[in-house]
């Protein structure tokens, strides 16, 4: 960043860092200076904040400098840092395959709580992504069988990727699927199908924060024109793979759960609940397959 002249250390590095991102209002710009820092040293956090007068030599210098570049343009910093905290495990990310976001692990740890409930073992996640939803349900249930299914290449690459990371390849499997037609078309059936469908409605998108727009796969985040195309096929879907009694759940958007309830009902799905996130919003609902 000093163009080399001499060797700079933590401290004043970190300051250049922080100007730059807070130029362009990166509101997190001390943290995501620090992490990218810690990943060019290859050391945590608190080596960063405690140790202000390590020198970097130059190619960490401009490492770091690329880095910061990079997070100017507003790429996500996960996908630079190439992974991902959720349900306390980190996960591999890429670009091309959507991060996983805080308010998801309410989506799973409800369907985790009734799986233990009822003693189910046949979960589906579709619409999986890096398989955040479904590794962490395996992780978590020793004894659950989990098909991950997405249309896209890059997210079975990087799920794949991930099901490694966590040794759960015994227990997991991962699918090129346009949403439930595999299981469809194979005569599966499962006891739990969780998703977190795209559910953003088309003209809300170029709305969003530079970093998810310009970053995140279009395919993952809209959900057609009202927001709701993903979970009306994947509701008429799972009645031909979800066994009677099983459970649907469905991460929705703040205002969709009066929509997403209707379309449920009128399937013939008996809506258990609604459960809020930790800012209060409607965020997953829980529906059973009436046991006729």
């Not at 970190?14 to 509101?27: C, D, P, T």
């Not at 910093?77 to 990310?93: A, D, P, Q, T």
């Not at 279009?218 to 509701?235: E, M, Q």
Request: one cysteine or more.
């Amino acid at each position: 960043m000093n163009g080399g002249s001499k060797k700079i250390n933590i401290g004043e590095v970190l300051v250049e860092a922080y100007e730059i991102l807070k130029k362009v209002q990166i509101e997190s710009y001390l943290l995501d200076s620090q992490l990218l820092l810690g990943k060019v040293l290859n050391k945590d956090k608190l080596f960063i904040m405690i140790n202000r007068d390590f020198k970097l030599n130059l190619n960490q210098e401009n490492e770091f400098s690329q880095l910061i570049q990079i997070r100017k343009s507003k790429m996500p910093i996960k996908y630079i840092l190439g992974e991902c905290e959720f349900m306390g495990m980190n996960f591999i990310v890429k670009p091309g395959v959507l991060i996983p976001r805080p308010d998801t692990e309410i989506l799973v740890e409800e369907v985790i709580k009734y799986v233990k409930e009822k003693g189910y073992t046949k979960i589906c996640d579709v619409c999986s992504g890096s398989g955040a939803i479904g590794i962490s349900i395996a992780e978590f249930i020793k004894d659950v069988r989990v098909t991950l299914y997405d249309i896209s290449e890059e997210a079975l690459a990087v799920a794949k990727l991930n099901i490694d990371r966590f040794n759960l390849s015994i227990r997991i499997n991962d699918e090129y699927s346009d949403l439930l037609q595999a299981a469809i078309k194979q005569h599966k059936k499962f006891e739990v199908i969780v998703c977190n469908p795209p559910y953003i409605k088309e003209a809300v998108i170029p709305t969003l924060m530079e970093d998810v727009k310009e970053y995140e796969p279009f395919i993952a985040l809209c959900g057609g024109k009202d927001g709701l195309d993903f979970y009306r096929r994947i509701t008429k879907e799972s009645l031909q793979v979800l066994e009677k009694g099983g459970l649907l759940a469905f991460e929705i958007g703040y205002d969709q759960r009066e929509e997403v309830e209707d379309i449920l009902l009128k399937s013939g799905f008996k809506v258990i609940e609604c459960i809020k996130d930790l800012s209060g919003n409607d965020r997953v609902i829980k529906a059973t397959l009436e046991d006729w």
